[in-house]
């Protein structure tokens, strides 16, 4: 045997070798599972479903929402006073906010702060001219403080500015019933079941009056 031949044999042996340790090691590639991504946001092939369900983020809430919401809340559950904290802390940052303020002087009446509650609906109607919720909540508490033609006045006002909100005629009419105005009260409560009949309590004081 030539050199040449003997050499030949050695490359064959060597090559051989090689092959069938690969082939029985079992790291040849396999096909479909070998290349994998190396980041989470690395896919391989066409768009995925992550990508056709994917959607801008909420927007964040600022800190006068979160107070609105955590006072919202509050007020589901009860808890008039960390309602008053969270909107007494979102008045400081947006001190003339109209939903705020509404809810503030429903957390004072609540709380029986009618002082407080007073001039937070005073200062409402201030701002806000047209409120008619202002008004008619500001003549409960003129009324419960006393002072009944002044309750008169913004029960009056209230219901100018909206005539299809029940609780106006109710509340103006358990005014007049409360200091004997029986006629004009009933009139009232007349009005108010008129426009909403799911107020019950029109009903009653219908029935009780005629």
Known sequence: MSLFQIVLLIIS????YIFFKQLFSGSYPKRG???EAKREDEYIGTITQIDKNMKNPPAK????????????NALE??????????????????????????KYGHTLIALNRLDEA??????????????????????NILHKLGDTSKAI????????????????????ANTLHDIGRRDEALENYKRAYR????????????????
Not at 126 to 136: K, Q, T
């Open 13 to 16: 042996v060597v090559v051989l």
């Open 33 to 35: 599972i070998d290349f």
């Open 61 to 72: 809430l600022t800190r006068v929402q979160e107070l609105n919401l955590i006072a919202e």
């Open 77 to 102: 559950s009860g808890d008039y006073q960390e309602a008053d904290k969270a909107l007494s802390s979102a008045l400081i940052l947006d001190k003339n906010n109209r939903e705020i303020l509404l």
């Open 118 to 139: 007073k001039e937070i609906y005073e200062r409402i109607i201030s701002i806000y001219p047209d409120e008619d919720l202002a008004y008619g909540s500001l003549a």
């Open 153 to 172: 006045e913004k029960h009056k006002r209230a219901i100018e500015l909206d005539g299809n909100y029940a609780p106006h005629y109710f509340n103006y």
């Open 195 to 210: 426009v909403d009949s799911k107020l019950k309590e029109a009903k009653e004081m219908v029935d009780k009056l005629s």
